[in-house]
């Protein structure tokens, strides 16, 4: 590999190149060619650094400088000044009070601790070789060298659980699929990241793909499978392209086909894409959506691990579960439990979004409180207002007030203070937000995305959004908290599958934290004279 | 889906001619090649829906069905199900704009209004001159830059109502603002 004197970050997502960050880049190519620079510093577009904002920003090492808010304008000033002269232009410089990284391991001298997101915002995703450079593939060549049933072994005695929600512990999933006697297998990379404040597959993908193609095929290793496949959602355009080039870059370098590794194992990837359906995240749904079908959930028993994907044994990980597997089979297992609670092993990463000063992804180890997340990574609320209320865990998560600011998050959470971690949602809002408006939107989105198969689901969460419209709009009937409430359970009880299931969480967290908002909307409430006749 | 999605007809087109046919065999042929033997009624979904207008006219998901061996009902029933499909003639772009929690948390409410006001239509209505379907759609997964919204296969973040104007007129103009 070449040596370079200097390098510059680029950070490309899509959040960035919102902000102009292809501009730049190629604004900044154009100005170090011209400066005559192009021998002593390179380029290097790396996914998200989790700094979001402060428009285009751009890390130059080994300096340690970071800019932020960078116009293509601004670049020609910033190779004079600082490639050539040395100078930092501080007018571009981001203040390190505002970046959460930096404030946060200068400050309290905590620091994300990064597994999942261990080359994000440090290599360039498109690059095999740098995924190679940093110990990629590495941990396929020791799996390839071990026996399956060993590779299973070090995932269970690491406590990996499921991190797409339901905490699923990994390798008891895996050594069900291992121990099926079929002629097919699937390995199922759900990439249909949907619920609502949720954007950490997405970056996982876009930052670092071939730690799902290595994690996916270490997998097919393990439990006897020879097809993967990555449902990802349709509108994720640049998440599918690049795990569409990592692929063909590990097919190429025969770590993908007929012969991975030259150990004779052989596994490809093909690259789904859904349609815009958020039950297709429930794993059955998103098997039928792969199967050509609508996007229905299947009954269970059989679970998919004995048949899912064309009836055949299924493995279904999330993008963020699949992106454990590498660190933990080169590390051992008691380097993974070391990170987490005894419940909860490992890392966490958590999408900060709403009233938040830094909004983006953080990589925590589970077990982190919540005021950690909002204040030390999160930066607090912004404007310095106050918290009017928190969203843990999704949509299909828990509403809280700020009293739950110092409860440890791990996959325990839900069962000992009931806050939902869910997929890492927390979306905080500020007190100018009102509550019931935000819950109508909620339950607006358990509506429209019911997929309709069972009645509790298809009706049950149009009554609860037709009872929180009235809530607003002040024309509730007494009754109506009471009918919540007991709708709520009957969703809960009989839905047919997690989203009929999980819907009532923001309901029955937020009647329960803010009683108060929703009596006021009662005692404030008219029924329509229209409506009082017909009771 | 919502409960416009449940019954509807498929959309209307001419007959097909003889190069849709020719078309519509190499795009399910390369997906065929693509899947290893399989293929995908997203993906083809997708390149026809860019193909034909942003929508699926009946005669099209006909001519599909047969050439994969499928009923058309079954591909009828797939296409209504999605939220991004759309039998339905659509405008010449499709705003979806993001509703989902944190999206209203920021502002979600006061964009789509604006945006209505500005477009003169009903969300789920597409402009009379036939530029732009107005969508409420769900989480985009770019929460970290809302309130947001995409127009076709472009993302907007960190909007407020007066960026509309300009985002609009230059997808309006055919360029990207």
Known sequence: MKMFSTQIIVPVDSNSVLQGALEVKHVLEEMIGTYNLASQVSVVETGSLGIYDQGVVLAVFPDDVYYGNVMPSDVEEIVTEHLLKGRVVSRLAIDRNLSSRRLVEKETGKSQQKIVLRNAGLIDPQSIDEYIARDGYEALAKALAMQPGEVIQILTDSKLQGRGGAGFPTGLKWGMVAKEQSDEKYIVCNADEGEPGTFKDRLILEGDPHSIVEAMTIAGYATGAHVGIVYVRGEYFMSIARIKKAIKDATEYGLLGNDVLGTGFQFDIEVYRGGGAYVCGEEFALLESIENRRGEPRNKPPFPPQQGLFGKPTVVNNVETFANVPPILLNGSDWFKSFGTPSSAGTKVFSLSGDIVNRGIVEAPLGVTLRELIYDFGGGVKGGKHIGFIQTGGSAGTVLTDKYLDTPLDFASMKTSNVSIGSGVILVASEDVPLLPFLAEVARFFWHESCGKCTPCREGTLQVKMIMDTLVNRTADPASLQRLGKLLNTLNDTSFCGLGQAAPLAFESALRNFPEVFDQALAESRVPEACQEEA | ?177
């Open chain 2, 1 to 177: 889906m919502g409960s416009d999605k449940i019954v509807q007809s498929t959309g209307k087109a001419g007959a097909l001619s003889e190069d849709d046919r020719v078309f519509l065999q190499g795009v399910v042929e390369r997906n065929r090649a693509e899947h290893h033997g399989r293929v995908s009624y997203m993906d083809i979904m997708f390149e026809l829906e860019h193909h034909y207008g942003n929508s699926l006219p009946g005669e099209v998901l006909g001519e599909v069905a047969r050439l994969v061996g499928a009923p058309a009902s079954q591909l009828n029933g797939f296409v209504t199900f999605y939220t991004m499909l759309s039998t339905k003639p659509r405008g010449r772009h499709v705003i979806r704009v993001c509703t989902s929690g944190p999206c209203h948390v920021t502002g979600a409410p006061s964009i789509v209004a604006e945006l209505k006001r500005l477009l003169g239509v009903e969300v789920g209505e597409t402009t009379s001159d036939g530029m732009f379907a107005l969508e409420a759609s769900s989480c985009l997964g770019i929460c970290g830059v809302s309130p947001a919204l995409m127009i076709d296969d472009d993302a907007y973040g960190n909007l407020t109502s007066g960026d509309l104007p300009r985002i609009l007129a230059a997808k309006r103009g055919g360029g990207d603002a």
